[in-house]
């Protein structure tokens, strides 16, 4: 939750060009009230999903929490960065290069 802020601005700033950013939550303590509270408190657009089953964690094999992946248009894996500081400067450079764009 520490990143939302950077990573709500690169959503704002990235949708246009018609990139998705998904937050799964695996956290078994959580429930969909306490996500909906997430959402309202960290005031973000993005989508938010509870993964009750933590079927992500095996499917992309996390073993750090956050893990931030970007996934291209053609479903491969580009970029997958474990654990925090992930800033704006960062995403917006992933982005860029996926999408061709200067920067």
Known sequence: MEEFSEIE???????QYGVQIIGIDPWYRDDLEAIRRI???QNITFKLLYDEEASTVAT??????????VINPS???VYMRLGGGLTYEILSGWFNSILNLPG
Do not use: F
Not at 60 to 69: D, E, K, L, M, Q
């Open 39 to 41: 959402r309202e408190d």
């Open 75 to 77: 479903g491969e894996i």
């Open 9 to 15: 601005n690169v959503y704002e700033d990235y949708s």
């Open 60 to 69: 992309y094999n996390i073993r750090a929490y956050p893990t931030n992946i």
